[in-house]
């Protein structure tokens, strides 16, 4: 890999040639790849309208990155180590040889089941190796996987796959997170009742708990592994075909389909995994996440598969058996890069320092933190009691929509401050916008997050919606890519990135828009009006509140039931993660003259700052303010 940065000056110098040639400099790290044709343009962007192409002409696959080209020399390496739920259940450590076995029989079970490059391929199975192999063979035959996190419902299952208009879905017979058990395909079954594109379903055994299996649509993957073939032969794509689809809340609408293409999303997360992790041979890497979100397409899979690293999958949670399970795993595989989520630290630095203390954690390296922004007592205990002082905390600050790591230290190189990002990797170039769309000019200040240059690993539209990805992404400060987070410069240019500036909320580092939650509670016959906001709370960053109106007054035994209901409708809909904690009835919402519901106020409110609310004055009904303090609840 080229271009990996081992000091200051090296790291300024290579940043130069990065945003003064990126032709010469992105083409220089794609050359370290294998490609079936070499490419005509590295790049060929157009930032107005939001069209954007890497490596025109060149074509590839990417499975013969991860995988093909490391068995010669490290066929027996480990790729994958799978860790269980159940500590009682042994640890599998997958060479690169098997990986490539199961990998190459799946593809060719997917072909055999009429499955062609282009078609969309749902994806909904725990953290297991079968979800690394389905996602590779997806991309070894060309066909566009679309994953869904484990923990949604059937109803934004459906959703997804009708977006997507997915011929297959793949899927376990249950899962087991912490002491659960949940019965996967069931949800599967009833998302399917009203998905009239997908023709068959895959079943992988994992809990081997009782399933309903439809005749000529459902089939236990092992069966039809079993007569398969072990050499696929990888399906030639353009660099700009779709690698894959991965659904993102927005703050209006249904979650969008953010596409990511083939060569520039490998080339840049391969790079950005190097640099970030300072990956060494026989280094063993554990990111945290779930496959589910990008942190774990980008940085559990095809980052470390592309550096031929060996990438730890966890099945569980980490409070199961107890909270001291990722001290534990740590210890035992001897882990040197660790890569987990504020909200993570923030719960286990609530337990018993002994967790921590009876492991063995000298193997740690490089310690990272991803999803949200990290507060400054969880970075001093990650930074304390697991990386003793030793480790660099690399605070990585990304999206779904970037494909990679835009903003964050390079170990042992930048040093790290509390709550910063600190410089932008390679290639990106921020900048901070005031609201009339001025680029702030210096240090010391603070704006809108936009990024001004493309980068390889940019996601190139929403599925079936360009225009929805240009208004999103590209309208609001045109020619610059606005990812929707504020964020300071400080004196030493440094970027602190300080939240979101739209309707998301992040709660325990999940991405949820209010609208769609709102639309859930609306649905229920006695309610008026709705309004969710997010409040800090102590360990998932976030927390949801609802303000709700209803059409007519109800006892307070009602009003409970009510919430219940609510919370259910919620999980049902969207996922329990979406579920509120706070609920308040109330009898009006503030609004401003021209009828919008005025979520700033809200937001104070929720948050207990009502010394600091602002002019209410200019509101419609400034007494609905009033009203909501003096009947708050809690
Ligand atoms: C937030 C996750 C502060 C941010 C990779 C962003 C962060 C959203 C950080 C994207 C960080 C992510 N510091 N905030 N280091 N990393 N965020 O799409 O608001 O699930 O816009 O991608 O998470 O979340 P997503």
């Known amino acids: 890999m080229k271009y990996i940065v081992k000091n200051l000056p090296e790291y300024f110098k290579f940043q130069d040639k990065a945003l003064n040639s990126p032709e010469e400099f992105w083409g220089d790290i794609a050359s370290t790849f294998v490609w079936k044709k070499k490419w005509d343009n590295v790049l060929n962007a157009d930032m107005v309208n939001a069209d954007i192409k890497w490596f025109e002409g060149g074509q590839l696959n990417i499975t013969e990155n991860c995988i093909d080209r490391h068995l010669k020399d490290r066929g ?28 190459n029989k799946i593809a060719n079970v997917l072909r055999s089941q009429g499955i062609e490059k282009g078609d969309r391929i749902c994806i909904y199975l725990p953290m297991i190796p079968e979800l690394a192999y389905t996602m590779l063979a997806c991309a070894r035959i060309g066909a566009i996987h679309s994953v869904i996190f484990a923990g949604y419902s059937s109803t934004a299952i459906a959703s997804r796959v009708n977006d997507a208009a997915c011929k297959m879905v793949i899927c376990a017979d249950g899962s087991y997170r912490g002491t659960k058990e949940i019965n996967l395909k069931s949800l599967v079954d009833k998302a399917l009742e009203n998905c009239p594109s997908v023709e068959s379903v895959l079943v992988i055994k994992r ?28 399906a030639v794509m353009d660099a700009e075909d779709p690698l894959f ?47 589910g979100w990008i942190t ?14 060996t990438t730890i999958i966890y099945e569980g949670v980490p409070s199961y058996p107890d909270h001291n399970r990722f001290w534990e795993i740590v210890e035992k595989h001897k882990v040197n890069q660790f890569y987990t989520a504020p909200t993570a630290i923030r ?150 990135i300080t939240g979101r500036v739209d309707d998301v909320v992040i709660v325990s580092g999940h991405n949820l828009g209010t609208a769609p939650i709102e639309n859930t509670i609306n649905e229920q016959t006695i309610v008026a009006e709705s309004a969710i906001v997010g409040y800090p709370h102590e360990v998932k960053g976030n927390a949801l509140f609802g303000f709700i109106t209803l059409k ?77 303090i003096d009947n708050r609840t809690d």
Not at 211 to 227: A, I, T
Not at 553 to 571: C, G, P, R, V, Y
Not at 586 to 593: E, I
């Open 207 to 234: 809990t081997n708990g009782e399933v309903s299996m439809q005749s000529n649509r459902d089939f236990y993957l092992e069966e039809l592994m079993q007569e398969t073939q072990t050499i696929c032969k990888p």
């Open 552 to 628: 007519h007054e109800i006892s307070s035994e009602e009003q409970e039931n009510l919430k219940t209901a609510i919370n259910e409708a919620i999980a049902d809909q969207i996922g329990p993660i979406a579920k509120l904690s706070k609920i308040q009835f109330t009898v009006s919402l503030p609004k401003t003259r021209s009828g919008k519901i005025m979520r700033r106020i809200l937001r104070k409110i929720a948050a207990n700052e009502l010394d600091n609310l602002g002019d209410t004055s200019t509101l419609l009904n400034p007494e609905a303010v009033q009203a909501i």
């Open 347 to 496: 719960s286990l630095a609530k337990q018993d320092i002994k967790h921590v203390e009876k492991h063995d954690l000298s193997s740690l390296k490089v310690l990272g933190s991803v999803g949200e922004p990290i507060n400054v007592e969880a970075w001093n205990w990650y930074y304390h009691h697991i990386g003793k002082e030793r480790c660099p905390i690399v605070d990585t600050w990304w999206q779904t929509e970037t494909g990679g790591i835009l903003i964050s230290p390079i170990p042992f190189t930048t040093p790290t401050k509390a709550t910063f990002a600190t410089f932008p990797l390679l290639g990106i170039q921020p900048v901070l916008m005031d609201d009339e769309g001025v680029e702030q000019e210096g240090n010391l200040t603070s704006g809108n997050l936009c990024i001004k240059k493309p980068w390889p690993g940019i996601a190139r539209t929403v599925w079936n919606n360009h225009q929805r990805y240009k208004d999103t992404y590209f309208s609001a400060y045109p020619g610059y890519y606005f990812s929707g987070d504020a964020a300071l410069r400080d004196p030493a240019g440094y970027y602190r």
């Open 245 to 291: 689809i991965l659904y993102t809340s927005g703050s209006t609408g249904t979650p969008k389909g953010m596409v990511h293409t083939t060569g520039g999303y490998m080339v840049y997360t391969a790079h950005t995994f190097a640099n970030v992790f300072q990956y060494k041979e026989k280094d063993i890497y554990w990111c945290t996440a779930d496959i």
């Open 296 to 309: 774990g397409h980008s940085y559990i899979l095809y980052g470390p598969l592309l550096n031929g690293a």
């Open 76 to 103: 027996e390496e480990t790729a994958i180590i799978f860790e269980p739920n159940s500590p009682t259940e042994k640890a599998q450590h997958i060479s690169y040889n098997q990986l490539s076995v199961e990998v």
